[in-house]
Nanobody
Framework: QVQLVESGGGLVQAGGSLRLSCAASGRLFTLYTMGWFRQAPGKEREFVAAIRRDGSSTYYADSVKGRFTISRDNAKNTGYLQMNSLKPEDTAVYYC????????????????WGQGTQVTVSS
């Protein structure tokens, strides 16, 4: 059992930065791959990034590669998404997800999801 709560969203100008947090409850968090998805109005949910349980490997969507950085602090049961050089097309609700299966996290079929946090990038 893992419960996830996102925070850190808000309104920023293009070129700005935000850091999203995903706070996890549950003592098994260190066993889980964690990831981020986003969904803009009228668009399908889109994979953003994933990180393995020990932080040894990360994977990014091409659209955010070089601008976003996923990380985690297992001692705090928290994952992060650092978002730099934000663009209006990054506007979306961002969701964190987690699962024991790396492939499930990347595919968006994971068992655990947060409720989302809104990111709005103005031009």
């Amino acid at each position: 059992q893992v419960q996830l709560v996102e925070s850190g969203g808000g309104l920023v100008q293009a070129g700005g930065s935000l850091r999203l947090s995903c706070a996890a409850s549950g003592r098994l968090f260190t066993l889980y791959t964690m990831g981020w998805f986003r969904q803009a109005p009228g668009k399908e949910r889109e994979f953003v990034a994933a990180i393995r349980r020990d932080g040894s490997s990360t994977y990014y969507a091409d659209s955010v590669k070089g601008r976003f950085t996923i990380s985690r602090d297992n001692a705090k049961n928290t994952g992060y998404l650092q978002m730099n050089s934000l663009k209006p097309e990054d506007t979306a609700v961002y969701y964190c997800n987690a699962d024991l299966s790396y492939s499930s996290v990347v595919a968006g079929t994971s068992n655990y999801w947060g409720q989302g946090t809104q990111v709005t990038v103005s031009s």
